[in-house]
């Protein structure tokens, strides 16, 4: 039977597989992981178990999120909790085994124990209770604040096998969707969760799917935007690297909902592990019906293929990023026509571009209930968010938070503050073309709105912390220089006017500004944000309009009065 | 189809009114409010506009004020469709301080160009606090303002595709690949014809058709089999008769246009001549 292909016994087996009754040491393979040394600490941790002939199984898992102590590895023993060791190296691997086969763990290096996680979508696996002296997980500063939705899975299973996404309620969403509900019933869910766009511009995904849902045609398409292009950035690359299921499963239900018979993933090239765990998660799932033809029995048919982009920036805007799929110069048009119209999307027809967190967030809404969702976050942002914490701040890593909490929260509680004991004096967020915060606006709750009440945005949550020997106006020509690099070139003020933008903090920083070219760089970085054709332009101008009302005094004191 | 008729295709065009300045106006539902307000005689400055293609909204020249519904917000004109009720103001004082800076980026970009001189200051910009781009070099003269209109009927109308945009950002220009001459140009001229600030060179001399700006592409011109003169590139004239259909009949190929009428005519009154002779009018 089609959609049903085992799938009950590979749920089983991957149960086997995530708490066996053997110990088992799983490291963190996820690119952060790796660069590292995850992968020689996995391949120094096989020889010593080889060598031993220890019953011990190895195996990998993504990334938990806590760069900082990378490489994490967790040991499970029968019976007793999860435990995370942190910061191992290839020199641990002797003594993690003798205490592994001891039924111990290696003390000096362990960071916290789960007795029993909660995988949502119906599913808590229970660990086991022992290890008193080990610290609960909730007592890291680093994750007490997290609420780990779309990252519940990261860190736990095994990305490269099908059988464990089954088993901690994989694809149970998808099922539900497809058999128990209607395609419109789908669409009311996800608006009930009040689930907005996580790639930056946070239009209401709800929405979005009904628009696409009402036009006619004979092929519609979904698509998930894995351009990432933000430096810096690199939850889509985790979520995809860790949990890739996820984010098959999500298009599923999206294309159900919408009615599209293809999807298609524009992933840059320059995330090989991405790709690789993708393309193998595809692939599983088609062995198992779960893609192709007639999806669990319902006539649904349905397959994903993955198109990987040239890596420019520009080309994760929503019509640069159908154009260059369609083997056209990844330039932006305007709109409308939207995608989701009949003649706007791929090859003409009506298209869901949504982000890859985005489609993570759909199945655990399907499962949960958008009601459910929409109790996370604050009544207009619901749900989680996840930023990546980066730059001079202490804990540097993943962070997934309901949305509306504070920067305080996230920079001071999560994040420990400046690194090497410094004073933190901003953060920039939302990628290269957000605006700077000052640390005395840090009580404000992380929402769109509220980011772009002063100045900033969203994007797709990069936060970039700066301690106070960043020079501000320097900060504003760096990202000015990136986004100039970036502009495609199509329109005058982001072609034109980023150029000059340039060239006058060029100035100012060598020390020949005139007073009356900070009026006319907030002129010009007005206009180029309020006249520019597509969301480059229109948001790269943040870092000199919000540098400029923040910390005036420091391009006063560079300009010849 | 342009796309535009794709935005409204099950609606029938019923005719509306929408507000430009105040200033009744009528419109096709979903028609583009620059090519309203040009109609109506309303000046909007517009650099990439050419009606028989699709809105590319590069040049920002063409900003306005627009409220429907209660809902304000400034958009290109070009991009723009007229929906009942809509209002559109074109120089705010929004509109103009931004468009202001516009002109002034377009003095700094193309700096030899008349055609942005007298523009710019018909809206009262006559200088730029913006340093002028100087490029000896450069192929266009330093009056070409990326509008894309060249590279588009090159590709679209023409399907010729010989130049196109090279590099990106502020690096931007338009040529041919390499900056070489190419055998993908017709020597059409459409180019040309269609630069708003003149910028592209092309000469006949010689019997040939040569296209200084882009890498000096010569064409042969084809002689009139009639008459003798000079009248046409003759890649244009192959491209002509392949696309047509039906194709322009063998006997009438080699004629320029004037030849041709002439002949066509002769061969009207002829045949007409002949069938009031039998008495049989069609
Ligand atoms: C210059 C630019 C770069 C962008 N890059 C990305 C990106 O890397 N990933 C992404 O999901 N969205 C990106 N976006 C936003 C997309 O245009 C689009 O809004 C988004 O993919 C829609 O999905 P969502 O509704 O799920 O957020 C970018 C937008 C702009 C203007
Ligand atoms: S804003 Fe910049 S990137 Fe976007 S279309 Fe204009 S030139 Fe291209
Ligand atoms: S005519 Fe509208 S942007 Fe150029």
């Not at chain 1, 907005?196 to 045609?217: C, D, N, Q, S, V």
């Not at chain 1, 929402?447 to 100045?455: C, T």
């Not at chain 2, 200051?121 to 913006?130: L, M, P």
């Amino acid at each position: 039977m089609n959609g049903l292909r085992g799938i009950s016994a590979r749920r089983v087996a991957g149960l086997q597989k995530i708490k066996p009754d053997r110990p088992r040491i799983a490291v963190g393979l996820a690119t952060c992981g790796t660069a590292v040394g995850g992968d020689r600490v996995y391949r120094r941790l096989q020889e010593v178990i080889e060598n031993s002939g220890d019953d011990i199984m190895l195996t990998k898992t993504g990334c938990m999120g806590y760069c900082r102590e990378e490489p994490l590895v967790n040991v499970t023993i029968p019976g007793k909790p999860l435990v995370v060791l942190h910061g191992v190296s290839t020199d641990d691997a002797d003594e993690i085994v003798r205490a592994v086969r001891a039924g111990k763990v290696p003390y000096d290096r362990v960071l916290c124990q789960i007795p029993s996680w909660d995988h949502m979508s119906g599913t808590t696996i229970e660990y086991g209770r022992g290890f008193d002296q080990v610290p609960p997980y909730e007592d890291v500063p680093f994750f007490s604040h997290q609420k780990k939705v779309v990252l519940r899975n990261t860190g736990f299973i095994n990305p490269e096998d099908l059988d464990e996404y089954l088993a901690v309620g994989g694809y149970a969403a998808a099922k539900k969707a497809l058999t128990e509900m209607t395609p419109d019933a789908v669409i009311v869910e996800v608006e009930r969760s009040g689930l907005r766009g996580r790639g930056g511009a946070g239009f209401p995904t709800g929405l979005k799917w009904r628009i696409a849902k009402k036009e006619t045609g004979d092929q519609k398409y979904v698509i998930c935007n894995a351009d990432e292009g933000d430096p810096g950035a690199y939850m889509n690359r985790n979520e995809m690297e860790s949990d890739p299921h996820m984010l098959v499963e999500g298009m599923i239900i999206g294309a159900y909902a919408v009615g599209a018979g293809e999807g298609l993933i524009y992933l840059r090239a320059e995330y090989p592990l991405a790709i690789k765990r993708l393309e193998l998660a595809i692939s599983e799932a088609r062995t198992c019906g779960l893609l192709g033809k007639d999806i669990f029995d319902t006539g649904f048919d349905f397959d994903i293929r993955i198109v990987t982009g040239a890596g420019a920036f520009v080309c994760g805007e929503s019509t640069a990023l159908v154009a260059s799929i369609e083997g056209k110069t990844g330039r932006p048009h305007p709109r409308p026509p939207r995608l989701t119209d009949l003649g706007g999307g791929l090859w003409g027809r009506p298209t869901v571009l949504n982000n890859v967190e985005t489609w993570c967030n759909v199945p655990v809404i399907i499962q949960n209930g958008g009601d459910w969702f929409a109790e996370i976050g604050t009544e207009k942002n619901t749900g989680t968010k996840v930023f990546s914490l980066v730059g001079a701040v202490d804990r540097v890593g993943l962070v997934e938070v309901p949305l509306g909490t504070s920067l305080n929260t996230i920079v001071y509680e999560i994040g420990n503050g400046g690194a090497n004991g410094k004073n933190v004096k901003a953060v920039q967020t939302g990628g290269p073309s957000g605006g700077c915060i000052p640390t005395r606006l840090f009580d404000m709750p992380m929402d769109y709105e509220s980011l772009n009440r002063v100045g900033s945005i969203m994007g797709s949550g990069g936060i970039v912390v700066m301690d106070e020997e960043t020079n501000m106006v320097d900060i504003a020509r760096y990202f000015i220089n990136f986004a100039t690099g970036e502009s495609c070139g199509k329109c005058v003020p982001c072609r034109e006017g980023l150029k000059h933008t340039l060239l006058l903090l060029n100035k100012i920083m060598a020390g020949k500004g005139k007073e009356n070219d900070l009026e006319t760089l907030e002129l010009l970085a007005d206009t180029i944000k309020k006249t520019s054709l597509c969301g480059l332009g229109q948001s790269a101008p943040n870092p000199v309009l919000t540098t400029l009302a923040y910390f005036r005094e420091e391009y006063d004191a560079r300009v010849r009065r | 189809m342009t796309y535009g008729e794709v935005g409204r295709r099950d609606q029938p065009e019923k005719p509306i009114t929408i507000l430009i300045n105040g200033k009744k106006c009528m419109a096709r539902e979903g028609e583009i409010v620059l090519s309203v307000a040009l109609r109506e005689g309303v000046a909007i400055p517009h650099l990439c506009y050419e009606a028989s293609l699709e809105p590319y909204g590069g040049c920002r020249l063409c900003m306005v004020e627009a409220t429907d519904h209660g809902r304000t917000s400034m958009t290109t004109a070009c991009s723009l469709r007229a929906t009942e009720g809509l209002e559109v103001c074109t120089d705010t004082p929004e509109v103009v301080k931004y468009r202001n800076v516009l002109f002034e980026l377009y003095l700094a970009e193309a700096p030899k160009s008349e055609t942005i001189k007298e523009m710019a200051a018909r809206y009262g910009v006559t200088k730029t606090s913006f340093l002028k781009k100087i490029d000896i070099e450069d192929a266009l003269g330093g009056k070409c303002v990326l509008c894309g209109l060249c590279v588009r009927v090159c590709t679209e109308i023409m399907g010729a595709g010989a130049i196109n945009f090279i590099n990106r950002g502020p690096y931007t220009v338009v040529n041919t690949p390499y900056f070489e001459a190419n055998t993908d140009c017709l020597g059409c001229g459409a180019c040309a014809n269609v630069c708003p600030t003149h910028a592209i060179q092309i000469e006949d001399r010689n019997g040939e058709r040569v296209l200084h700006s882009w890498g000096g592409i010569k064409i042969p011109l084809k002689r009139c089999s009639s008459c003798g003169k000079y009248y046409t590139p003759e890649a244009l004239a192959v491209s002509v008769q392949n696309t047509l259909m039906p194709p322009i009949r063998s006997d009438l190929a080699g004629f320029c246009p004037a030849c041709r009428a002439k002949k066509c005519a002769d061969m009207e009154i002829r045949a007409h001549m002949k069938t009031e002779g039998e008495g049989n009018h069609v």
